[in-house]
């Protein structure tokens, strides 16, 4: 089971210079992943991972949570090198977070709370692409473009891998460095989902 969240914009304190450093950051280690389990984090996470650079205070408004409670999640994030504080601010005042690297990759062959705490995180990301798809009224002139499509395939091991491979470089062509605060004119935000999953029981060959 891989759960991936790719850095789609960036924002901040010289964010497109830190995510630089690192491209990704792997959590297979079941308790690493279990950290990731409370809504709050998820809420936050998907927000640092998705090129924001917030403070304990921004963080908590989003979750509805307290900054003293909201500062302890993040902590404990920060030890497993899920998050990271960013440079002062420019007023000098609270340090801000922000996401280590430009994609978190969950990795979970667990059958235990790790792998459970994975499966949070993905439902926490459908349904987040649910209420996208709830939120564009019906007379947006983008409508059109909104889609979902679902097909069953009969696939080899290598087949799978290769899909899912295909899938993501295609994501990564389409970026093409763009950015919140550098992006042309007539271009707008597209959050994308990408999901493989083999269903029924293994050949016997596996």
């Known amino acids: ?15 497109a210079d830190a995510v630089a450093k690192k491209k990704r950051v792997v959590i297979s280690d079941p308790r690493a992943i279990r950290a990731l389990a409370h809504p709050a984090r998820q809420r936050v996470i998907d927000e640092l991972y998705n090129g924001r650079v917030l403070t304990a205070t921004e ?42 690297a430009g994609s978190l990759v969950i990795k979970s062959q667990s059958s235990g709370a790790g792998r459970l705490a994975g499966h949070a995180m993905m439902r926490a990301s459908v349904d987040r692409v649910l209420e996208q798809f709830e939120e564009i009224a019906a007379d947006d002139p983008w409508d059109d473009v909104s889609s979902l499509s679902r097909s069953r395939l009969w696939l080899t091991h290598e087949e799978a891998l290769q899909l899912v491979q295909e899938l993501s470089d295609l994501v990564d062509r389409y970026k093409k460095g763009r950015t919140t605060a550098a992006h042309p004119a007539g271009t707008r935000q597209v959050s994308s989902m990408l999901a493989v999953v083999p269903t029924g029981k293994p050949p016997a060959e596996s």
Request: hydrophobic share 40%; aromatic share 8%; net charge positive.
């Open 59 to 100: 963080c908590a408004e989003l979750a509805g949570l307290t900054p003293s409670a909201m500062s302890y999640h993040l902590r404990a994030l920060e030890r497993w090198g899920i998050v990271e504080r960013a440079e002062e601010s420019a007023d000098g005042r609270e340090r801000p977070w922000r996401a280590p």
């Open 1 to 15: 089971m891989k759960l991936l969240l790719h850095v789609c914009r960036r924002q901040g304190i010289r964010y």
